[in-house]
């Protein structure tokens, strides 16, 4: 739709200069970017780092600081992509995620007038170009959708194509001898199916793309073919049929597009804002509440900021305050960010410093030392997503430790503790030990486990004991998964090892963030619950123990979970307020894996 417009003022004559004519300027297409996108833009920007002021813990504020220079500069998806990984914050915890599409599309005009301007001076069919750098960005999007998904996802090389898609319809709209997206002047549509008939079947793909378009598959990949189909023959089929007519030329449906762009920018920040403060979702009452707030912000800054913006005539002025007021919004988001989310700006922030501390994220500093990776060298962790290989000595270890982050997060307390005193540990490996591939990632887990499998046959004694954590809780494991635990057991007990099989860890169902107070607002958590919690996570436990137990009699567990319960209730933060999870993905701190 943004592409078939931008096409249309480039190029019609009675409306705007023209390209062909040689009026067209670079400098007035882009002038008119920024009157068009700028003011509400800022409003929003603005009105979201003063909210995170006042709502938003230090490292919230810090982050959205982060991103709101990004959107000021139209690169949130470049900024998202370098952010991105499997520990990375949740989409819902970002504030300004949405402003990676916006990026996308203002990148896309960056380059397209130049690349158009280029074709005329050279006197190029316009079309053709299109249509071949629209089938090379499909071509790389379908390449990379399986290996590098979430580059896919952001990247503009990768997206151009949906965008592409609307100038190629204006440009065949435009080829045929018309001016305006109308039934009667698309001859060229016309000849080859009915508009009635190409307006039902726009709406049908784009019913399809609600129904089946999923993350269970990438995206965009071949799926979404769906939407950008559809929004072509809707528009393709022109303003004189039925559907377009009577339904999609509705009121109602035409304010909710003029309110589009600034319902666009306000929905998400609102929703970010709400998921962050309750540490969970809110229930269904508040989000139709929130959406017509969203609403109600959109219809003012469309009536008050983005009309009367609009209506004025592109002057120096005019853009020179725009260019100001982003300068201002920039520089604010730089300062948040750099000054780690101002975390002396209120009492309450100076307690949550305290606990930011412990909120190292989930890659820490015993996640990798040298002399592991010295004596241990995996060649193919330079990748991987990530890798753990922490050791406390260059002797054959007396336990190792073996799973995903979740096990990780046991090492500093096994090390630091004076009971086990000079053990060798090692904590190695993402995977989980019965070796299989994370559906999403690249792990090369049969890999690590011949890696692994290589330090104990290759070891001068025998290695005491074997650790398992990051044991999958009830609901992800089968009988499958019990056959192939087992396997990696008994080659453990082969080598001489005693394995111990740790539970999962307790995990609240709202974000650890949520039990700490913020400048305007109390905790909305106090991270205690009952220890009935407990007693149903050692009951699935011993289930899981027992089923285990059928083929491996020898095997040790061990319920870690009375770091967090006493015989009354479990808590996830001290009375001292320190927290016993280091992240929004709930592993444990280095406090809580010491206790």
């Given amino acids: 739709i943004s592409a078939c417009l931008v096409g249309s003022e480039m190029c019609i004559r009675d409306r705007f200069t023209s390209m062909e004519s040689g009026t067209f300027t670079l400098k007035e297409f882009w002038a008119r970017r920024i009157r068009r996108l700028g003011p509400a833009l800022l409003v929003v920007l603005a009105a979201s780092l003063v909210a995170g002021w ?77 249509v071949m750098l629209a089938l ?19 990247s503009p090389l990768t997206r151009f194509w949906e965008i592409l898609a609307g100038v190629i319809l204006f440009l065949i709209i435009r080829n045929s001898g018309s001016s305006r997206v109308s039934a009667k002047k698309l001859r060229i549509w016309t000849t080859v199916t009915n508009p009635g008939f190409r307006s039902v079947l726009g709406l049908v793909l784009l019913i399809a793309a609600v129904i089946f378009v999923s993350d269970a598959q990438p995206y965009p990949g071949i799926q979404a073919l769906l939407p950008v189909l559809a929004a072509v023959l809707l528009i393709s089929a022109g303003e004189s049929t039925f559907l377009n007519r009577k339904i999609l030329s509705a009121r109602p449906l035409v304010w909710v597009g003029l309110i589009s762009f600034p319902l666009y920018l306000w929905h998400w920040p609102i929703l970010s804002f709400s998921r962050i403060i309750l540490g969970q979702d809110p ?98 962790r330079e990748t991987l997503p990530w890798w753990f290989c922490m050791t406390n000595s260059n002797k054959t ?45 690249l792990m090369q ?13 290759s070891a001068d004694e025998p290695i005491r004991f074997v650790i398992l954590g990051g044991m999958p809780v009830k609901g992800q494991w089968d009988d499958e998964y019990l056959v192939k635990l087992g396997r990696s057991i008994s080659f453990f007990e082969t080598q001489g090892a005693k394995v111990i099989v740790f539970s999962p860890h307790l995990i609240p169902a709202y974000a650890i963030s ?14 205690i619950e009952s220890k009935e919690i407990r007693d149903i996570a050692a009951k699935d436990f011993q289930t899981f123990s027992e089923r285990i137990r059928q083929s491996n009699p020898e095997v040790l567990f061990f319920d870690q979970n009375s770091v967090f319960c006493d015989s009354d209730e479990c808590r996830f933060k001290t009375e001292d307020g320190i927290p016993l999870y280091r992240d929004e993905n709930f592993h444990l701190s280095e406090f809580a894996s010491i206790e």
């Fill in 136 to 154: 090379a960005s499909f071509g790389l999007n379908l390449l990379w959708m399986n290996t590098h998904p979430i580059g896919n996802f952001y």
């Fill in 54 to 130: 006042f709502l938003l813990l230090p490292t919230e504020l810090e982050q959205l600081g982060r991103h709101v220079a990004a959107g000021v500069l139209f690169v949130s998806n470049l900024l998202l992509i370098f952010e991105a990984g499997y520990f990375d914050t949740g989409s819902e915890l970002k504030p300004m995620l949405h402003l990676w599409s916006l990026g996308v599309e203002e990148q896309f005009y960056l380059l397209f007038p130049i690349v158009a301007l280029l074709a005329l001076r050279l006197r190029r069919n316009f079309l053709p170009i299109m």
């Fill in 283 to 380: 229930p269904l009452w508040a989000k139709v509440i929130l959406i017509f707030l969203a609403i109600a912000l959109s219809w003012a800054t469309y009536k008050w900021v983005e009309k009367p913006i609009r209506q004025l005539r592109i002057s120096t002025r005019l853009i020179s305050a725009v260019t100001s007021a982003s300068a201002i919004v920039l520089t604010a988001g730089l300062l948040m960010s750099f000054q780690q989310g101002f975390p002396d700006r209120s009492p309450e922030t100076k307690e949550a410093k305290i606990a930011s501390s412990y909120f190292v994220g989930p890659l820490w500093e015993y996640s990798n030392n040298d002399l592991c990776n010295e004596n241990y060298d995996f060649p193919e």
């Fill in 514 to 527: 949520s039990c700490y107070a913020r400048p305007l607002i109390p905790a909305t958590q106090d991270c």
């Fill in 445 to 457: 887990c049969k890999l690590q486990q011949q890696h692994i499998y290589d330090i104990f046959l």
């Fill in 397 to 441: 270890p007396d336990v190792v430790i073996l799973g995903n982050s979740y096990a990780n997060q046991i090492y500093p307390g096994l090390v630091q503790n004076g009971d086990f005193g000079d053990l060798t540990f090692l904590s190695i490996g993402i995977c989980d030990p019965t070796w299989q591939e994370h559906p999403d990632l």
